[in-house]
């Protein structure tokens, strides 16, 4: 545990429940706000007797007094905290969840920072991008006692509290302002990160907007306000740094979430992350290959053709992870899959049964003949034999499925075992 605010498990973890939440356990009620979690992302955790088994989810909930971070589980869970916290965010880095780390690695002051300061990095980041801009003006109308006339005269005022003072003027007027319910959100999301920033650089930034936002007034920002929020053309360029102010509002503001009972929690799937950052490495090993393209989750195959009553349909359709075309042809398929690859007894890695029948669906359904699983790497698997797997031939050839390990601990992702599937892809490793 990073301090007694913050609790760092990983995912597939079993976290015990105590009636205090003393040491490195959960109290019944954060254990109920991971169980609504539960029920709204099917796959999250499961609620056992006084313990709530985490799952395939990594990321940051608000736990109430607390924040739980959850990280990857990588090297049969023998990395250090900082290891696995850098695995996430090198993943969310590469799927271009956080932009401002396209161009640096993921460096030290991140991965032994909690997530949530990373977070709070990214959303510090994109309402610095917003001020570089300039920030959303409106008019106001204001009242004022003025020496000289501006704007119009607000006559009932003026006959009444200054009858007998025609040195001032009681003015109304339009202002173009910045203290809008636009940037009030943005402010009232940046004061609200102070107590959980641990980092001085994070705290010079801190300082620094909430300087540039001195005219807006957060005090009266409501719960309603941040729900009734919506983007108009003059507004649209706020929309990622308000989604990320009102994820931290959540968290770390739950006065204005507006009767909202569900736990705030910023999450992802792993399986789905694993899977997009492979696709960013995979089109960056093809870019420049002729006619060369990689489809995500492609559908347009199904495992069978269903003839019924003289009605012909597709039924229980496909959808590999990776498709490497060229023109219309299918050069290679690939699968990712986020978890531990086995070694069979002469150490070869062993993909499971499952995974193997879903491979030969493929390669029958899109007549494919080259194909692979990818996993990630992990140390233990440096003296794994290769092996290649040969399926039942299709229209005469045999479709071969190789296993591949990407070492997610590095920047580059890059291949420890295996190779790419398809000539084109294999010639750029």
């Known amino acids: 545990m990073a301090s007694t605010r913050f609790l760092t498990a990983l995912e597939h973890q079993p976290v015990p429940v105590s009636t205090d939440g003393s040491g490195w356990s959960l109290t019944p009620a954060e254990a109920e706000r991971l169980a609504q979690i539960g029920e709204q992302r099917p796959g999250f955790c499961e609620v056992g007797h006084r313990q709530v088994k985490l799952a395939q989810f990594c990321g940051v909930v608000g736990l109430g007094e607390r924040v739980l971070e959850i990280l990857p589980k990588t090297q049969d869970g023998a990395s250090s905290a900082d290891e696995c916290r850098g695995v996430l965010l090198r993943l969310l880095q590469l799927t271009g969840r956080f932009p401002q780390f396209q161009h640096q690695a993921v460096g030290q002051h991140l991965r032994s920072a909690p997530l949530l300061e990373a977070f709070i990095a990214a959303y510090f980041d994109s309402v610095s991008l917003l001020t570089r801009g300039g920030l959303l003006k409106q008019y106001l109308e204001h009242e004022d006692d003025l020496t000289v006339v501006r704007g119009r005269i607000a006559v009932a005022r003026q006959l009444g509290v200054h009858s007998n003072r025609p040195d001032l003027v009681a003015c109304a007027f339009d ?49 309603p306000d941040v729900e009734r929020l919506a983007f108009n053309r003059q507004a649209e360029r706020y929309r990622v740094a308000i989604d990320w102010a009102r994820w931290i509002l959540a968290l770390l503001a739950p006065a204005l979430r507006a009767g909202r009972t569900e736990a705030p929690a910023l999450l992802f799937n792993m399986n789905r ?29 199904a495992l069978v053709t269903m003839v019924s009553q003289d009605r012909v349909e597709l039924g229980f359709q496909l959808r590999p992870d990776l498709v490497f075309r060229r023109a219309d042809a299918v050069v290679a398929i690939a699968d990712t899959k986020w978890k531990l690859i086995a070694r069979d007894s002469k150490r ?61 601990h590095d920047d580059a992702l890059p291949l420890r075992a295996g190779r790419w599937p398809g000539s084109s892809v294999y010639a750029r490793n």
Not at 364 to 381: G, K, V
Request: negative net charge; proline residues 4%.
């Open 273 to 301: 992350l694993f899977e997009s950052a492979v696709a960013t490495v995979a089109r960056r090993r093809v870019y420049g290959e002729s006619g060369l393209t990689v489809e995500v989750q492609d559908t347009s195959q």
């Open 175 to 223: 202002e173009l302002t910045i203290d809008n319910v636009w940037n009030r959100v943005l402010k009232k999301a940046i004061r609200c990160t102070r107590p959980w920033i641990r980092s001085v650089e994070l705290n010079r930034q801190w300082v620094e907007l909430m300087g540039v936002m001195h005219d807006v007034d957060d005090v009266r920002l409501s719960g």
């Open 348 to 408: 070869r890695l062993m993909p499971s049964e499952a995974d193997m029948y879903q491979m030969h669906a493929y390669a029958t359904a899109f007549q494919c003949r080259e194909l692979a699983i990818i996993y990630p790497w992990r140390s233990e698997l440096a003296e794994a034999a290769s092996a290649e797997f040969r399926l039942p031939p299709v229209n005469g050839h045999s479709p071969v499925v190789t296993v591949l390990c990407l070492d997610v």
